[in-house]
Nanobody, 118 residues
Framework: QVQVVESGGGLVQPGGSLGLSCAAS????????MGWYRQAPGKQRELVAT???????IYADFVKGRFTISRDNAKNTVYLQMNSLKPEDTAVYVCNVKHPLMDSLSYWGQGTQVTVSS
């Protein structure tokens, strides 16, 4: 039993900033990777950024230099700081918690809406 809960979404102007957080609880371990994905209407879900328990990060090309992912292993929490937001960043942002070697141990939050006005 794992729960993943996001918060921090909202409406922001182009060029603005927004911070998201995601807290995981239940039967998880600190070795799990944590990350953010997003899905816009009519598009498939895409990776935004991930971070391992050892703080190794992976970013999608479209957010490099603008977004920063971080985590607090003691709190089982992952963060996404989003700067220089663009209208095309508008999407539901979903948090994922996953065992680094076992795809079956993967858990998703309900998502939080991020809207960047044009």
């Amino acid at each position: 039993q794992v729960q993943v809960v996001e918060s921090g979404g909202g409406l922001v102007q182009p060029g603005g900033s927004l911070g998201l957080s995601c807290a995981a609880s239940g039967r998880i371990f600190r070795i799990y990777d944590m990350g953010w994905y997003r899905q816009a209407p009519g598009k498939q879900r895409e990776l935004v950024a991930t971070i391992s328990s050892g703080y190794t990060t992976i970013y999608a090309d479209f957010v490099k230099g603008r977004f920063t992912i971080s985590r607090d292993n003691a709190k089982n929490t992952v963060y996404l700081q989003m700067n220089s937001l663009k209208p095309e960043d508008t999407a539901v942002y979903v948090c994922n918690v996953k065992h680094p070697l076992m795809d079956s141990l993967s858990y998703w939050g309900q998502g939080t809406q991020v809207t960047v006005s044009s």
